[in-house]
């Protein structure tokens, strides 16, 4: 019988009517053993599993959860307008209102579009950055996830040679390589792609060196080409503004998803005066992109951005969860490699080249109440206390212990296998 | 002074933060003046505009509201998860629940995945169909709307000739020009899109010919290439299963949105055993495509359409329309051409190239408090009753009242110059 038996009885059903039983970016497929499929419930900080299992969330939804699963002011908002009017024949005021919010907090932004996925606003940039130039290539930097359509999915099953024929790639902080880049395409440049920091999967972060931000700005000035910022997984967790005020380089375009919302479903592409007529030209629309319940829902998240402590509460809990995982590693002789901003923290074991080490921390931080995960950055949220950081840190301790004690006999992680072969 | 100062005054502001003031299908750029762009409140039938103004819709937000905005029952249950959890870092296990539920009542379909826009169904159908036959071409019915992006919006701008190199048109319901497009394509074609019925702007809609459609399947059967029918504007408002299964047609693939769940944000690829591997091989996801809440609101729904008569409701409300309409046409002396599934009109008035008399009589019919679209599909709702019936009613009659007296003297719409020049 299974340790799990209502995660494993409700996979058993999904295998049969969903493919795979799971797809996407929360699919378990590439997790320990042990990590729940399922979940029944959402509150603050903390998610429950289909089996009663209570977790301290690290993942935050993959990043919607800024405030706190289930934020009263922010659902309060949401649920007024859901009741007044939410999916209609046209949007409600609330979206130029939500467009003033936007291009008043960041400093870039004259002009604001709105969509449901990250992967609309990001395929919306590139669409406009070739509307206005005529010009066909897109520059990405090498490994950086931008979203999900045939243009960009990480994986390419499905996808023809004619949907990437335009998008070069780079490698992240290297100027000369950009460079390079820039030489390969011609004056053939529509957009430049920066994510605000790297934070690519199975690697450390890398936060982005001002002298390459700068010479990404100065690469599009001198082509003419667009620089987008894709702040759809970051927006707002580094920043009351675009990721890159904090080096002070202002891009053409940024996308936004996740957080701007708390969870509810929203995305929007931001650009400057230079844009607007290009962004007027394109034909972009979706069922549900004018439902007004999730912009009010943006609304008062932008409220709370501008008027809370929430980012510096976020940089002193996440400081606070690196020093003690730093103590906690010396003391257990266990290397680890913290890396990205703490507010949204990569968490990666030394000598660990195929992930078992880290696959055994995480699984034993699960044991102990914590949901952390073992190849891909996490968030922080600000609903989160202190006591919370103490509990993660207790379990993250006895995770360590187990590390010290088996590392050295863990076998391969079945689920890695073709990554790492 | 405006009539309608508070749309004005929301114009005006919104044509400095939005480019454009607005875009996409809810934009009323191609509508008569008077149109409002911005609405304050929906309830059941009915829509209030910024200014007041109470309208019984028949666009029922283009299509979303089956059962009436606001729908307590549904409402109650998308509620009721909300609270528990809606945007986890996993999906809840009402997923596998409304996989189970979409299955069951749709017939040729063994699996579900569930995603945000109309356009990640469609487009995510394309990519199953590449990845299932490893062909390429994709062939579409001229003039159809799949969506939004760049394979498929109706409007090129920012679009590369690559993002469309492999989509073939022909002629709908005609099996000539059907064979002859089979025949251009040579051994290469992926998938073919089909729509439920001819349901395209700015012209009298068609039936599907069962021919045609068995034609479709047997081609498809005969080349190996993936049948996919595009029910995200027509899903269940022609029939409690895919809308070919009144053909007698089973599809491989069928993509659904706007009202599945009434309005709340979800779309879903329904697919064959056939396809079941492909859809699990192809990468996609989004940040808020496995939120329970929506999926909830979706399961309600489902049971609304299996459990009342909604459906014949429809139909008896939109046949009791289109004969008044037809009478009141008559008796005015002004032709008019109403096609399509009652429940889901296109009304368009004889003798009228430039639209500008269809402009006179929609704009009249709004003054009289009824809501209707000059050139796109309408859409009933069960929400609406005989009393909301005899409302329309006496709003059309007046404004083909006032098209028998202005109809010959009425000046070109200047909106629509671009279209009819």
Redesign the interface.
């Known amino acids: 019988m299974s340790a799990l038996p209502?995660d494993a009885a409700?996979r058993a059903?999904?295998a049969?009517?969903?493919?795979?039983g799971?797809?996407?970016?929360?699919a378990?497929t590439l997790l320990p053993d042990g990590f729940?499929?399922?979940?029944?419930?959402?509150?603050g900080a903390r998610?429950?599993d289909?089996d009663g299992r209570m977790f301290i969330?690290m993942?935050?939804?993959?990043?919607?959860?800024l405030f706190g699963?289930?934020c009263q002011k922010i659902?309060a908002a949401f649920?007024k307008q859901?009741?007044?009017?939410?999916?209609?024949?046209?949007?409600?005021?609330i979206?130029?209102e939500l467009?003033?919010a936007l291009?008043a907090m960041v400093t870039h932004a004259?002009?604001?579009?709105f969509c449901?996925?990250?992967?609309?606003a990001t395929?919306m940039a590139?669409?406009?950055?070739?509307?206005h130039t005529g010009k066909?290539k897109l520059l990405v930097a090498r490994g950086a996830y931008h979203g999900?359509?045939?243009?960009c999915?990480?994986?390419p099953?499905?996808?023809?040679p004619?949907?990437r024929?335009?998008v070069l790639s780079f490698v992240y902080n290297d100027v000369n390589d950009l460079a390079r880049a820039f030489t390969e395409a011609g004056d053939d440049v529509a957009g430049l792609f920066a994510a605000p920091f790297k934070h690519d999967a199975f690697q450390d972060q890398a936060d982005v060196d001002p002298a390459y931000a700068r010479a990404c700005r100065a690469a599009c000035n001198a082509t003419g080409a667009l620089l987008i910022v894709d702040d759809?997984r970051a927006g707002f967790r580094l920043a009351r503004d675009c990721s890159w005020a904090r080096v002070g380089v202002q891009p053409d375009l940024s996308a936004w998803?996740?957080a701007i919302a708390n969870?509810?479903?929203i995305?929007a592409l931001l650009?400057a005066e230079r844009a607007?007529?290009?962004?007027?030209?394109?034909?972009?629309?979706?069922?549900?992109?004018?439902?007004a319940a999730?912009m009010a829902a943006a609304l008062a998240t932008l409220r709370m951005i501008r008027e809370t402590d929430y980012l510096e509460r976020l940089e002193t809990l996440g400081g606070r969860l690196r020093d003690g995982i730093a103590a906690q590693a010396a003391r257990h002789g266990v290397p680890v490699r913290q890396t990205g901003p703490v507010q949204m923290p990569q968490i990666l074991l030394g000598d660990d080249p195929d992930f078992r080490k880290g696959f055994h921390w995480a699984r034993v931080a699960l044991d102990h109440g914590l949901?952390v995960h073992p190849w891909h950055n996490m968030f922080l949220n600000a609903a989160m206390t202190d006591a919370d950081i103490d509990a993660a840190l207790a379990a993250t301790d006895a995770a360590f212990a187990a590390v010290a004690k088996n590392g050295a006999s863990l076998p391969p992680v079945p689920q890695l296998r073709g990554l790492f072969a």
Not at 22 to 26: I, L, R
Not at 126 to 131: K, P, S
């Open positions: 209502h409700w059903r999904a049969k009517v969903i493919p795979g799971m797809y996407g970016h929360q378990t729940p499929q399922f979940f029944a419930r959402a509150e998610l429950w289909v969330d993942m935050c939804g993959y990043g919607p959860n699963y289930g659902d649920q859901l009741y007044a009017g939410d999916c209609m024949t046209g949007p409600s005021a979206m130029v467009a003033e291009t004259d002009w604001a579009m449901k996925n990250g992967t609309d395929t590139a669409t406009v950055a070739r509307a066909r999900a359509a045939p243009w999915t990480p994986r099953a499905g996808v023809l004619e949907d024929a335009h759809v998803g996740k969870g509810h479903p995305s650009g607007r007529d290009a962004a007027a030209s394109i034909y972009v629309t979706g069922s549900f992109w004018f439902a999730p949901y």
